[in-house]
């Protein structure tokens, strides 16, 4: 079965402190997407990124990048120099097509960031 | 940001009663989706549109309906309210089927 593993249920730093959020997925699919969202306690979900499984070139995008590696069927996020507005709730995600051309988007139970000043 | 709107943001109403979501989008997107967050569930999936009037189950389909009569709407419906429907909802939607963009959240207390 389909699913997303976020085995971090709570993460705690200082600020500054760099910190990584795992993520572990299953799929049969040979053709997949991988997203992560952040929660801030404001309460939107905001897309951060999206890799198909094609693609393993980690991406880097200011103080935020993204580890991809199929060998260990893993997609981590690491923020550098963490601040207290990246405190949230992260949530890493896989879609998978599904019958009608509509994708599947399936989430982790999430990984609750708290960054003290 | 992708134009997506909720109405209502916050809602009180009693068990039995009936309940209309609703979720507009300005951005012509094909692709429309109900979310329910629950702590220790993450989000699950309640109906999705694919069209107008095209629409399927999701995971947690049972209590509720939907309907989608203009691109820009997708109504989501819990015909009698039940206190395991406390909870919140989140609106989202796509162009292409892969990513999805969320709304803000309506915040829903059955009592």
């Known amino acids: 079965a389909q699913k997303v593993t976020q085995a971090q249920t709570e993460i705690s730093v200082v600020e500054k402190e760099d910190v990584t959020l795992d993520c572990v997925y299953e799929t049969r699919d040979t053709t997949y997407y991988l997203f992560w969202y952040k929660q801030p306690p404001s309460g939107e979900l905001v897309f951060l990124i999206r890799?198909?499984?094609?693609?393993?070139q980690n991406e880097i995008s200011g103080r935020y990048s993204w580890n991809f590696q199929k060998s260990t069927s893993s997609f981590n996020f690491t923020i550098t120099a963490s601040q207290v507005v990246d405190s949230a709730v992260y949530f890493c995600?896989?879609?998978?097509?599904?019958?009608?051309?509509?994708?599947?988007?399936?989430f982790g139970a999430g990984t609750r960031l708290a960054v003290h000043p | 940001d992708a134009g997506i709107t909720q109405s209502p943001r916050h809602k009180v109403t009693e068990t039995g009663t009936p309940v209309t979501l609703r979720c507009h989008q300005t951005e012509n997107h094909r692709y429309m989706y109900w979310y329910r967050q629950d702590p220790g569930h993450g989000l699950r999936l309640i109906h999705y549109s694919y069209g107008v009037k095209d629409t399927d189950k999701g995971e947690v389909s049972d209590g509720y309906s939907v309907s989608r009569s203009k691109t820009e709407d997708f109504l989501l419906t819990l015909e009698s309210a039940t206190s395991s429907q406390t909870s919140v909802y989140f609106c989202?939607?796509?162009?292409?089927?892969?990513?999805?963009?969320f709304g803000p959240g309506t915040r829903l207390l059955v009592l």
């Open positions: 995600a896989l879609s998978e097509a599904v019958s009608g051309g509509y994708n599947k988007l399936i």
């Open positions: 989202a939607i796509s162009e292409q089927p892969e990513t999805q963009y």
């Open positions: 890799r198909n499984s094609f693609d393993e």
